[in-house]
Structure formats: structure tokens, C-alpha cells
């Protein structure tokens, strides 16, 4: 094995593992030496998306097997949400493991602050694993937020229709129990972006939600699935800043799936995908003076199923653990993204504005 490789383990082999596995094939220096997942036909799968690099991977039906193998010197975590608490808390256990973990960090608040707690002293970098940041037309959106461009932030809209989710193993993200509820499975990304773009804490969300068309019709051991595919979700700011989600999980019908905006005291920055499409907006312009442009990036080698944004976390990833840099998204980002949705779903249930704080404190 060359000095400059890094060898990677891949800690559920199901559609997430796959698509982390393609994208690890396309990095220089990146190796996938091992796999582990408990149901043996998808450590089956995973070598066979492999390729030819298959005859290489390791597999095991225990994560912990894994860990102590020697084989690896990262994971990447992408086993099912209620999963992430104990396998991450495993990581963490071994000295200078690196590891990149899946969004949602986990599927409670009490068990992200035990993760945050115990990856404290760990010499190993742990990256939270939102790759929205990492979008291309997402990443100028934030990056003309951040240079100024609009000004000071006072809205932030993120708006998805989309389709309902994908089958799983066992359908396991048909349940709250298994997920956290959709609002902290699916949205966890976009309350994470609503952080970023406008710099500052979130103090209160108030939520709108339910069930009104997917899964209705399925029943596992007669239990129906109690996921919610709609909401509308508000969080306000301690500066002051107010953020959107508009959601709709039946809206398959979209040119569009995911739009951002973001308006400040100068301006308004738009960002939209799949199309990729980047609009910028001064107020003393008007719409005449909006300026839209296709943005795409150029590092990327593979696209997958994130118009490229996994390879390009993957790229920064990787070169933290060579230069033993911090992780550019870190496991406080995801707990909070957890939080958010966390008090957006007691708002839906208890129909009532819940303070995040009420939500860290547990």
C-alpha cells in the first residue's frame, strides 16, 4: 500500500454505504479496505458495487470486528439513524480512528451531547456529515453571505419537494422510533444550513406538520408508518434573523427539488437544485439587476446522487486527516441540526413555539 493512502472502512453497506463507496473510489489516495453491516447479502452488494477494487474489501457482520481489524485508518458511519449513538460511540473508543458520520448524528438530543462529550479528547478528526454545505450552487450561495454580499441576514428560506423517502433494509426510516422523525432524518441538512447562513444561534422554532399521503398503505406487523411527509417550519434567531423550511415530501411534480434564499439589508442570494442555477440581487438594483448564472465545480470527479457535494466533503475530509486539520463540519453542527428538528417536531406535536434551549437541556 503507497505511504500517501488512506484506508477506509465502511460502516453500513446499504444505498448510502454504496454511494460513499463510489465516491471513495474516485478520490486519489483513498482505498476501501473494509465493510461491515449485520445482514450479509448487503456486504454481498458492496463488494459487487465495488468492481474490480471488490476483491479487496474485508467484510464483517460487526462494526466492532471491523474497528479492531488493523485494516482501516477511517470510517465513514452510514448505518441506520438509531444505530449511529452506539457504533459512533465505538469509534470513538479507538485511539486516533478518523471517521466521517451520516447525517442525522443521532436520532436523540441526549445521545448527539454523549457523542459531542466523548469525541472531546479524541485525536482522531470526526466530521459531521452534511454535505449540502458542499453543493455547488449552495456553496457560492454561502459564500457571497458570508463575504457580505447581502448585507446582514434577516431571512433565510429553504424550501424541498420532493419524493417520499427511498425503501430501506427493512424499511427501518418507515418509523420515528428508527429515524427521529423526518423533520430530524431529512431536514437535520437544512436546519444546519439555516445555522450557517446566518451565523447564529437558534432560540425558538414553531412548526406545522403531519401525514397526509405517503405510506399509508404499507403496514409492517400491523403497524402503519407514523413519518410526517409535510410541514412548515419557522426558527427565529437571538440576532434577530428569521429561517423557513417549506416542505412536502409528495412533490415528486417539481423543475426544481431544493431552493435557498437568503435576503439581507442589501440584497437576495438564490440557490436551486438539481438545475444548479445561482441568482444574486442588489435592492438598489431591482429585478432588473439580478445576475444568474449555472455554477458547477470544477474538482468534482464524481457527481453521484449529491451533484458532487459528498465528493467534495470527502476531499476536505481527507485532507484533515493528512494534516491532521479540525474537521470543517463538526459533531456540535450536528447536534444542533438535531435540536432543531428535535423542538420543530414538539412544536408539530404539542402545537406550541418550543424554545431550543428547553430541547438541549433534555
Known amino acids: 500500500m503507497a505511504d500517501n493512502e488512506v484506508r477506509y472502512g465502511i460502516i453500513g453497506a446499504g444505498m448510502m454505504g454504496t ?3 463510489w465516491n471513495l473510489q474516485h478520490l486519489p489516495g483513498a482505498v476501501v479496505t473494509a465493510a461491515a453491516d449485520p445482514v450479509e447479502a448487503q456486504l454481498e452488494w458492496i463488494k459487487a458495487a465495488a468492481g474490480d477494487e471488490g476483491e479487496r474489501i474485508t467484510t464483517f457482520t460487526d462494526h466492532r470486528e471491523l474497528l479492531d481489524s488493523g485494516l482501516v485508518d477511517a470510517v465513514v458511519v452510514v448505518s441506520p439513524n438509531h444505530t449511529h449513538h452506539n457504533i459512533v460511540l465505538d469509534v470513538l473508543a479507538r485511539p486516533g480512528m478518523h471517521a466521517l458520520v451520516e447525517k442525522p448524528l443521532c436520532t436523540t438530543v441526549a445521545d448527539c451531547q454523549e457523542v459531542v462529550d466523548a469525541a472531546r479528547h ?25 463575504a457580505g454580499e447581502v448585507g446582514r441576514v434577516h431571512m433565510v428560506a429553504i424550501r424541498e ?5 427511498l425503501p430501506k433494509i427493512g424499511d427501518w426510516n418507515r418509523f420515528n422510533r428508527n429515524t427521529g422523525g423526518t423533520l430530524v432524518e431529512k431536514c437535520c441538512h437544512f436546519f444546519d444550513l439555516m445555522n450557517l447562513l446566518t451565523g447564529d444561534t437558534p432560540v425558538a422554532v414553531m412548526a406545522s406538520g403531519g401525514q397526509a399521503v405517503n405510506h399509508l398503505d404499507e403496514t409492517y406487523d400491523g403497524e402503519v408508518p407514523d413519518i410526517d411527509d409535510h410541514a412548515l417550519v419557522i426558527v427565529e434567531y437571538a440576532g434577530g434573523a428569521r429561517a423557513s423550511l417549506d416542505l412536502c415530501m409528495f412533490a415528486e411534480g417539481s423543475k426544481n427539488q431544493e431552493e435557498v434564499s437568503v435576503v439581507g439589508d442589501r440584497g437576495k442570494v438564490e440557490a436551486f437544485l438539481p438545475s444548479g442555477e445561482f441568482r444574486i440581487g442588489r435592492r438598489e438594483g431591482g429585478w432588473p439587476g439580478v445576475r444568474t448564472e449555472t455554477v458547477t465545480d470544477d474538482r468534482v470527479a464524481y457527481e453521484g446522487g449529491h451533484h458532487g457535494a459528498s465528493y467534495l466533503e470527502h476531499r476536505d475530509f481527507l485532507d484533515a486527516i493528512r494534516t491532521g486539520g479540525d474537521p470543517g463540519v463538526t459533531l456540535e453542527d450536528g447536534l444542533l441540526s438535531v435540536a432543531v428538528g428535535v423542538a420543530a417536531h414538539r412544536s408539530i406535536a404539542e402545537r406550541r413555539v418550543v424554545d431550543v434551549a428547553e430541547v438541549l437541556a433534555g
Open 19 to 21: 454511494e460513499h463507496l
Open 122 to 146: 479524541h485525536d482522531g478528526v470526526v466530521w459531521m456529515g452534511l454535505e449540502y454545505r458542499y453543493m455547488p450552487p449552495v456553496a457560492r450561495l454561502a459564500a457571497e453571505v458570508a
Open 161 to 165: 419537494h420532493r419524493f417520499p423517502f
